[in-house]
């Protein structure tokens, strides 16, 4: 038995019963479902995607009042004229998504450049905004609304009790749950994975995190439109009531005790606060002698308890429970042949070649001159070593060469292009590869994952595609790829565990097989043998050995003296932000101002 098999039983037994529920269970069952569509986007948006958003309630808002107002205003009425009535909730449908699109976008694009906490209080104050602007509307009703809305109706049939509606609720949220799910598994999924990790190694990867961080914000928002545009048609009555910041407290929760890392815990979220909130609704005043919304207390001492006892949720819980029972395998990776699909390719620079280069770079931090007027450069067929003290401005000179910071003054050249300014994406595009001083892996994830992330912007495939399934081919040319590296890399036997379980040694090396990935052109190694063995260490010379021959520019910044010196062509010193020796390795160890500098070092 394998988990899909379990949806699939699921969808059964649920269309199996409809006839027979309750009409009060399937009014339940209608509104877990609407309440489960703004959830899967928030685990979309916050449990993957690292962005908590308290304000789904008022995009639910929009998709509601959108179909209200075009269902109810005369203006509407004297533009659609020519529309047979039963098509207005669709025409509300289509303003509903243009119209929350839109907004979202806009709000994104402010909102999601704030840090830290400034964004979850960011989208506070949006949700709080558009809530009043609901209710002090006159078009739209003010804080009494609109009623008097029609139902939907689809193929002449009319959907006006929860009986015939539920089916439509349901098979929308499957439908986004298949689409979501077919998303987080692709070359796009990795990207919004990545997101969460800050931005440094996702833009490295050639990621554009802004963007992708709007169309998840814009995608969490459309799922929220539907299901408010579902709930205007099936309580044919909207107020603002059921949009404000409350609710969308409440949909962050469901997200969060349901499991905000996976699909299907936004539905055991939402099944689980709907039922309970139900039944609070009924005995918590009797209990306390008083009306009141007092079940947001027990909801919000509930999220305390599952985040100190089971931070990911409850769904991994009971996904592992049933796992367990019924002895389930997981679903395989079905994959059409690689071979189909090739991946972009870039030419080596032909060896000798400068590939990347820089002319008088100077870094000031406030007064402190971390570079000063540091002369470099990389060829295609070799190893340079950068080495130095520690605070001689390595780091600092790493970053002003793959695009994570600016220099103060002076000139980087890749490929003989002036990259001033220019993002470190825009490094990853024209073929420089790197690693991390500390290491930045998704430590959840499978080693061949991380890997094939590195060759994100060698695939084309967008969000639809992905989501449509429709990228399988490329998708299995980035998975044969990064297997390729992953072989190459003699990380054969880790390949699907999970990066996170291995040594540092090896994650190192995981890194490395990344921007392998990538088939950069210069490969910048900010200390790879740091952490490494005796053995491990004779391996990644072996391996940086091989890559040489093979025409690449190779950049190392590393500690470990016996390791650069018989693996370097060229080692330059730096000491105190400023060049004092270049040379081979013979010349740079006679060198007294680099012994002098070494002075109780192990040089
Ligand atoms: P290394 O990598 O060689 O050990 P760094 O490049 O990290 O050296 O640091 C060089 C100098 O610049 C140090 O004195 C450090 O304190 C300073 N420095 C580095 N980054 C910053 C920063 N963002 N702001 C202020 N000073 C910095
Ligand atoms: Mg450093």
Redesign the pocket.
């Given at each position: 038995m394998k988990p899909r098999h379990l949806v699939i039983a699921f969808i059964v037994a649920l269309a199996a019963a409809w006839g027979l529920l309750s009409p009060f269970t399937i009014t339940l069952l209608c509104y877990i479902g609407l309440y489960a569509l703004v959830a899967i986007g928030l685990v979309l948006l916050t449990g993957v995607g690292g962005m908590t958003s308290f304000g789904q309630a008022a995009f639910v808002g929009l998709g509601a009042y959108a179909t209200a107002w075009i269902c109810s205003s005369p203006e509407a009425a004297s533009w659609l004229g020519f529309l047979p009535k039963g098509l207005y909730p669709w025409v509300g449908l289509l303003l509903g998504l243009v119209v929350t699109a839109l907004i979202a976008w806009g709000l994104g694009a402010i909102t999601l450049r704030l840090s830290g906490h400034y964004l979850p209080l960011g989208t506070i104050a949006w949700g709080l905004s558009l809530y009043y602007i609901f209710g002090n509307m006159p078009a739209l009703g003010g804080f009494t609304g609109i009623g008097g809305l029609p139902p939907l109706e689809l193929f002449g049939f009319s959907l006006a009790t929860p009986q015939a509606l539920g089916p439509v609720i349901w098979a929308v949220l499957l439908l986004a749950i298949w689409a979501l799910d077919n998303l987080l598994d692709s070359r796009e999924g990795r990207a919004i994975r990545a997101l969460k990790s800050g931005r440094l190694m996702a833009e490295s990867m050639g990621v554009d995190t802004s963007r992708q961080r709007i169309k998840l914000f814009v995608v969490a928002a459309l799922l929220a439109a539907v299901s408010g545009w579902l709930y205007a048609h099936m309580q044919r009555f909207i107020n603002p009531t059921p949009f404000n910041l409350n609710i969308g407290i409440e949909y962050l929760f469901m997200a969060v005790v349901g499991g905000a890392g996976h699909l299907w815990g936004a539905v055991l979220g939402a099944t689980l606060i709907t039922l309970l909130k139900e039944e609070l609704q009924d005995w918590l005043p009797q209990l306390l002698g008083a009306s009141g919304n007092f079940e947001v207390i027990v909801f919000g001492l509930l999220m305390l308890l599952v985040l100190q006892r089971a931070a990911d949720g409850l769904w991994p819980l009971l996904a592992g429970f049933t796992r367990r029972v019924l002895k389930m395998s997981p679903d395989k990776r079905t994959l059409a042949p690689a071979g189909e699909v090739r991946l972009d390719h870039h030419a080596l620079p032909p060896k000798g070649e400068q590939v990347l280069q820089a002319q008088k770079v100077t870094k000031r931090?406030?007064g402190?001159v971390?570079n000063n007027e540091v002369d470099m450069d990389v060829r295609a067929g070799e190893v340079h070593a950068l080495i130095?003290?520690?605070?001689?401005?390595?780091?600092?000179?790493?970053n002003m060469i793959s695009g994570v910071d600016d220099p103060t003054e002076g000139q980087v050249r890749l490929k003989t292009r002036d990259m001033k300014g220019k993002p470190s994406r825009a490094f990853a595009a024209l073929g420089l590869g790197r690693t991390f001083q500390h290491v930045r892996l998704l430590g959840e994830r499978s080693v061949l994952d991380n890997v094939a992330l590195g060759a994100h912007q060698r695939g084309h495939k967008g969000w639809v595609a992905s989501m449509l399934r429709l990228d399988r081919a490329e998708e299995a040319a980035v998975l044969a790829e990064a297997m390729r590296q992953i072989e190459r890399c003699g990380l054969g036997a880790v390949a699907d565990t999970p990066a996170a379980s291995l040594p540092l040694g090896q994650q190192r090396i995981v890194e490395i097989a990344r921007a392998l990935a990538g088939q950069p052109a210069v490969l910048l190694l900010d200390e790879p043998a740091a952490g490494l063995r005796h053995l491990e260490k004779q391996h990644l010379a072996e391996l940086l050995g091989q890559l040489r021959e093979e025409g690449l520019a190779i950049l190392v910044?590393e500690h470990d003296m016996e390791f650069v010196m018989n693996l370097a062509d060229r080692i330059t010193v730096?000491e105190f932000?400023t060049v004092i020796a270049h040379g081979s390795p013979t010349e740079v160890q006679a060198n007294p101002r680099v012994i002098a500098a070494y002075l109780g070092g192990d040089l």
């Open positions: 931090f406030a402190l971390a130095g003290p520690n605070g001689a401005g390595k780091s600092t000179f790493f910044v730096l932000g």
